[in-house]
């Protein structure tokens, strides 16, 4: 399969732990982005990478989120010292760079914290 | 900055009758248009886009949109619904050109369904 993979898929974690998710994406795409999604409303950006170099970070991204690209290739997202707030679907998508790209999107990650 | 509002949160139709599902959007740019879809349990899927080519742009599934400048719209549209249209759909706007960002600004959704 060629699409755009996270890891793991469902995570449920007490609040105050640390948790990291992956993303794969398709594998000829420069760019990787991550978007969180809560119930009922549609996905928000939080933060785009073009290679390995993190481009831009959106407001929502706190201190206690971290995302890096370290190869250009997959990507992570940390949240550490989770809250209940956090309980969302994070998504990770990627296009290639130029006009009229269009971005795939993973089945994304659902964080419980409980 | 972009911006899309999505009219309905819900819209419910019978199946073999028409859909229009309703987007405005704004952007200081000029603006890239998608239309995204939903399954439950799947990924965000494109169904079109719009790049200033056509302004009545062809997706998959049937679905299509028109882009309307003056009215800063960008609606959805299938003569005929299928149970399996059934789903959430989002509007989204990016910058075409300039804005400094790459982000897809999404609306926040409105959900389809299809009664038999």
């Known amino acids: 399969d060629t699409g755009v993979s996270q890891d793991p898929r469902h995570k449920i974690t007490k609040r105050g732990q640390n948790v990291t998710f992956r993303c794969d994406p398709i594998?000829?795409?420069?760019?990787l982005y991550w978007y969180r999604q809560t119930l009922g409303q549609g996905p928000e950006f939080l933060t785009y990478f073009q290679n390995e170099a993190q481009l831009e970070k959106s407001r929502l991204l706190s201190d206690r989120f971290s995302a890096e690209r370290p190869k250009g290739s997959f990507s992570t997202l940390e949240i550490q010292r989770t809250e209940q707030g956090d309980s969302a679907m994070y998504l990770c998508?990627?296009?290639?760079?130029?006009?009229?790209?269009?971005?795939?999107f993973g089945q994304g990650t659902r964080l419980t914290v409980v | 900055a972009q911006s899309v509002t999505q009219l309905d949160s819900h819209v419910s139709v019978s199946e073999g009758t028409p859909v229009l599902l309703r987007c405005n959007y704004s952007s200081s740019y000029s603006p890239s248009l998608f239309w995204y879809v939903q399954h439950p349990n799947k990924g965000l899927q494109l169904l079109l886009k719009y790049t200033s080519a056509a302004t009545l742009v062809k997706g998959i599934n049937g679905f299509e949109a028109e882009f309307k400048k003056s009215e800063t719209s960008f609606h959805l549209t299938k003569p005929s619904a299928h149970m399996s249209d059934a789903a959430e759909y989002f509007c989204v706007v990016s910058p075409l050109w300039g804005g400094g960002s790459e982000k897809l600004v999404f609306g926040k959704g409105t959900k389809l369904t299809v009664n038999p």
């Open positions: 594998s000829e795409h420069n760019r």
């Open positions: 998508a990627s296009s290639q760079q130029g006009e009229n790209t269009e971005a795939f």
